[in-house]
């Protein structure tokens, strides 16, 4: 079990992975709509995965990975994207993503990834 927390200005797209992720036995410890939200959680909650859409408001993905990486350069973090052709991906894995998930996603996508996160 992971203690994940969920990043996405989507409200609904935080539903659907918190949903997805607690039926498969995770925890969700913290949401963020915003990177420096989700910064300033990852400090305060120290979950075992992050999960983080690239695109957002403010601050996006991947300058938030940097960020979070800086405070731990041990975190997890599963990248959130709706292409996996986008070059944000290749620049989020060389940032040290553990991996990435394409939207739409199935439970099962999901859940394999999170378990590849701690296989890595």
Do not use: W
């Amino acid at each position: 079990m992971a203690r994940i927390l969920l990043v996405d200005d989507a409200g609904y797209m935080r539903r659907l992975v918190g949903i997805m992720a607690t039926k498969g036995g995770h925890e969700i410890v913290g949401e963020a709509e915003t990177g420096q939200i989700a910064i300033d959680l990852y400090e305060k909650v120290k979950p075992d995965l992050v999960i983080l859409d690239i695109l957002m408001p403010d601050m996006n993905g991947l300058e938030a990975l940097k960020k979070i990486r800086e405070i731990d350069p041990d975190a997890r973090v599963l990248m959130c994207t709706a292409s996996e052709q986008s070059s944000h991906v290749q620049e989020a894995l060389s940032l040290g993503a553990k991996g990435y998930i394409v939207k739409p996603f199935t439970k099962e996508v999901i859940l394999s990834t999170i378990e590849n996160a701690f296989a890595a």
